[in-house]
C-alpha cells in the first residue's frame, strides 16, 4: 500500500500497514523504528560515566560492576517490557477484533475482544503528558444495559500515531462493521 | 438616571455605526473567529461567571463563530468534552489552589493552554473574571504566543485593603496589553478602570443578560392572604445578610401577615437562624438552603416582592430574575444596580436598616392598595432588556474590533509593562514576559506546531456538529462518543 508519511506525536517516523486478506478481515500493523545504536551508546555511556566519577571518589570497584550490571538489565528490561516494536489490529467482522503488540525482544501479548461485545470503535481526545492528543479506542458494551458503554480499550497505546494515521485505520474499520 | 440615558445612547451609536454602511456591515458580519473562552469558573461550578460563559458561548456558536471553553478539571471531569451544539470544553489537568481557583506560577499552563490554541486555532482568547488565575494565566500566554485578548470583569473591588492593593496590582500588569475590556455594569467599568489604570477607551460595557423564558411570572402560586418578602442570594456578608437579619424582626413586628422566604447557604446563616429563634418567627421566615438554578423560578413566583440587600455588586443578575418573574424590587444603591431596571420598576434605597425598612414599607402599603403593576406586564417590559443574544452581538463587535488590532511584540511590550506598571512590578513582570517567551521557543522545539493535530472543528463555519446530527446514524455516534468519554476520562 502507497503510505503517506506518518508520524507518531514526538514527530518519529512510523510505518502503517493494511492488509486485506478478504472482504471482512484486515490487519493494521504501526510499526515504530528500531532502537537506534546512537540512543543505547548515549545512555550506556551516560551510566558508565557517572559510575566511574563515583568510583574515582569512592575507589570502590563495586560501582564499576553494579553499572555494568545496570546497563545489561536495565536494556533488557527495556526491550523485554517496553519497546514496542509494532502493534497490529486485527478486525475480521462477525467474529471480532485482535490487538497485539510485540515487543523488541521478541515478546508478543496478544488480547482478543468478541464482536459481541464490542460496541464502536470511535476516535477520541485525551489529555496525554503536557497534550492533548487523538487517539483510537474499541467502546465495550456493557452487559447489563446494551445501549451503554463499559469501558473503553485504546489502540495503538505505545507507537500513538498522529490523526491522518488514525483516521485511515479508523474508516477501513467502520467498513468491516457496518457490514455486520 | 443619567446613567440609563448613556446606555441608551451608546447603543443608538453602535447600531447606527453598524447600519452606517451596508457594505461595512456585510463583511463585519461574515468574519468568523476562533474564540476560546478561558475562566477557572465554569460548569459543575455553579455561578454568574459560569453561566455567562455558557450562554454567551451558545449565541456566538449559533452566529457562526467556533467557540471552545477551556477550564480546571473539576473532581474526575478531567479531559475533553462536549456540550449542546458541540460546545467543546478542555477540562484541563492543573491544580486548584483556592476557591476553585488554579494556583499560578505565571508557567506550568503554557504547555496544555498553548496546545489548545495552536490545535484549535484560536484568533481571539477570552478571559473571565478577575478572581480566575488561570484566566490571568492565559492572557499572559496569549500574549506571548501573538494572539489577541479580551477580557471581561465580573467584579468590583476595593482600593483600601491590602488584599486589595495586591490584586489590583496584579490586575494591572495583566490588562496592560489585553487588547480589549469588557465591564457589565457603568460602575463596574469606572472600578477597572481606576484598578488597573486603563485607557477607558478600551473598555466597553456589555450587561449580563437573562433567559426571559425560564423566569415567568406565574400568580397563582402567591398566596393572597399574606405577603411574601423572597430574598434569593447566597448568605455571606458582601450580599448583607446583616441587614436582612436587622429588617426581619423589625418589619415582622409592624406586618403580622408578612413572610420571608430566603434561598442560598453561606456562612451567614447563622445570623438569620439567630434572628428567627430570637424573635419565634419559625412559621414566617422559611429558610430554604442552597438552591438550584431551576428551581430559583419555583421559589420567585412565591412571593409578592423582591429583596436584594448587597453591599457591592458589579450588575445584579437576581433582581432582573425578580423582576422577569413580576416581583416588586427592592434593592440597595450599591455599585452598579442603579442602571439595572427601569426607575419605576425598583425602589432602590440605601444600604442600612432604616432605609430599607422605608422603602419595604412603601412598596407593601403600595401592595396592599393593589396599586402595583400586574406580574405579567412588568414580566413584558423586561423581558427584551437584557437578552443574551443582544450580549452576543455586542460581544461580536469587541471581538471584529480585536482581531484587526496588531499584537506588541515582544520588545514593545517590555517597555510597555515597565512604564505603565511601575518601575519594580513592570521590571519584575517584564523578566517573567522573557522567561515565559523563552519557555515557549523550548515547547515550540519540543514540540513544533506542525507536530500538533489539528482539532477536527465542531462549531464554526466548518463546524461538523449540525452535519452530523441531521444524519441520525452519524449522531448515535456522536452520542457514543459524549458517553466514552464520560467513562474514559
Known amino acids: 500500500m502507497a503510505d503517506d508519511a506518518f508520524t507518531d506525536i514526538d514527530g518519529k517516523a512510523l510505518t502503517l500497514d493494511c492488509q486485506s486478506h478478504s472482504s471482512f478481515c484486515r490487519e493494521f500493523t504501526v510499526s515504530s523504528p528500531k532502537v537506534s545504536i546512537g540512543k543505547v551508546m548515549v545512555y550506556t555511556c551516560s551510566v558508565w560515566l557517572v559510575a566511574y566519577a563515583v568510583f574515582f571518589f569512592t575507589q570502590n570497584t563495586a560501582v564499576l560492576s553494579s553499572a555494568i550490571l545496570i546497563t545489561l538489565v536495565g536494556m533488557m528490561l527495556h526491550i523485554h517490557f517496553v519497546k514496542v516494536d509494532h502493534e497490529s489490529l486485527l478486525v475480521i467482522g462477525s ?19 468478541e464482536m459481541s461485545k464490542i460496541k464502536d470503535i470511535v476516535i477520541n481526545e485525551a489529555i496525554y503528558m503536557h497534550q492533548i492528543i487523538y487517539y483510537l479506542c474499541v467502546l465495550l458494551k456493557d452487559p447489563s444495559d446494551p445501549n451503554a458503554v463499559s469501558s473503553v480499550v485504546p489502540l495503538f497505546q505505545s507507537s500513538k500515531p498522529r490523526l491522518n494515521c488514525l483516521v485511515k485505520v479508523y474508516k477501513s474499520c467502520q467498513e468491516i462493521l457496518s457490514k455486520c | ?113 498553548r496546545c489548545v490554541f495552536v490545535r484549535e486555532r484560536i484568533t481571539v482568547v477570552h478571559a473571565h473574571s478577575s478572581f480566575s488565575a488561570m484566566a490571568h494565566d492565559a492572557l499572559f500566554h496569549a500574549k506571548t504566543m501573538g494572539l489577541n ?64 423564558t425560564d423566569f415567568t411570572p406565574d400568580p397563582s402560586h402567591r398566596h393572597d392572604d399574606r405577603i411574601t418578602i423572597v430574598v434569593i442570594s447566597r448568605l455571606v456578608y458582601r450580599k448583607g445578610i446583616d441587614l436582612l437579619g436587622g429588617i426581619i424582626p423589625e418589619l415582622c413586628l409592624k406586618h403580622p401577615d408578612l413572610h420571608f422566604l430566603i434561598g442560598g447557604e453561606g456562612p451567614k446563616r447563622i445570623v438569620l437562624e439567630e434572628v428567627r429563634e430570637k424573635y419565634q418567627l419559625h412559621d414566617r421566615v422559611r429558610l430554604l438552603g442552597a438552591l438550584e438554578h431551576k428551581n430559583v423560578r419555583g421559589v420567585l413566583v412565591q412571593g409578592h416582592i423582591f429583596l436584594n440587600t448587597s453591599l457591592t455588586e458589579a450588575f445584579c443578575m437576581a433582581i432582573v430574575e425578580g ?113 515565559d517567551f523563552l519557555f515557549l521557543l523550548l515547547l515550540q522545539w519540543l514540540v513544533p506546531d506542525r507536530g500538533m493535530d489539528i482539532a477536527v472543528d465542531t462549531t464554526g463555519p466548518q463546524g461538523q456538529w449540525r452535519q452530523e446530527t441531521s444524519k441520525h446514524g452519524a449522531h448515535s455516534k456522536c452520542a457514543m462518543k459524549r458517553e466514552a468519554e464520560t467513562k474514559t476520562l
Open chain 2, 323 to 435: 423582576a422577569s418573574c413580576g416581583l416588586q424590587v427592592v434593592s440597595t444603591r450599591v455599585g452598579g444596580i442603579p442602571e439595572v431596571l427601569p426607575e419605576d420598576l425598583i425602589t432602590l434605597c440605601e444600604p442600612n436598616v432604616r432605609s430599607l425598612c422605608a422603602g419595604l414599607e412603601t412598596v407593601i402599603a403600595r401592595q396592599r392598595s393593589g396599586s402595583v403593576p400586574s406580574p405579567f406586564s412588568i414580566h413584558a417590559r423586561v423581558q427584551n432588556l437584557y437578552t443574551w443574544r443582544n450580549v452576543a452581538e455586542r460581544t461580536e463587535k469587541v471581538y471584529d474590533r480585536v482581531a484587526g488590532e496588531e499584537v506588541l511584540p515582544l520588545d514593545r511590550r517590555l517597555r510597555r509593562l515597565r512604564s505603565h506598571c511601575g518601575p519594580v512590578a513592570g521590571s519584575i513582570f517584564a523578566f517573567v514576559a522573557v522567561l
Open chain 1, 95 to 113: 467474529l471480532g477484533i485482535q490487538v497485539s503488540s510485540s515487543y523488541a525482544s521478541g515478546r508478543e501479548t496478544t488480547a482478543f475482544i
Open chain 2, 149 to 212: 485578548t479580551v477580557f471581561t470583569d465580573h467584579s468590583l473591588f476595593g482600593f483600601a485593603d491590602v488584599s486589595s492593593v495586591l490584586t489590583n496590582k496584579l490586575l494591572t500588569v495583566s490588562l496592560c496589553d489585553t487588547n480589549h475590556i469588557v465591564c457589565v455594569s457603568y460602575t463596574s467599568k469606572e472600578n477597572t478602570v481606576l484598578r488597573a489604570a486603563l485607557n477607558p477607551e478600551i473598555v466597553s460595557v456589555i450587561p449580563n443578560a437573562v433567559d426571559p
Open chain 2, 1 to 113: 438616571m443619567g446613567q440609563r440615558k448613556k446606555v441608551a445612547a451608546m447603543n443608538n451609536l453602535s447600531s447606527q455605526k453598524v447600519s452606517g454602511g451596508p457594505a461595512d456591515a456585510v463583511r463585519v458580519s461574515s468574519r468568523r473567529h476562533n474564540i476560546c473562552m478561558v475562566s477557572d469558573f465554569f460548569y459543575p461550578n455553579m455561578g454568574g461567571v459560569e453561566s455567562h460563559i455558557y450562554q454567551l458561548s451558545q449565541c456566538l456558536i449559533e452566529k457562526g463563530h467556533k467557540v471552545v471553553i477551556a477550564t480546571h478539571a473539576y473532581g474526575r471531569r478531567k479531559g475533553v468534552r462536549y456540550l449542546t451544539k458541540g460546545l467543546k470544553v478542555y477540562y484541563l489537568p492543573l491544580q486548584v489552589m483556592y476557591n476553585q481557583s488554579t494556583a499560578t506560577t505565571c508557567f506550568h499552563s503554557l504547555p496544555l493552554l
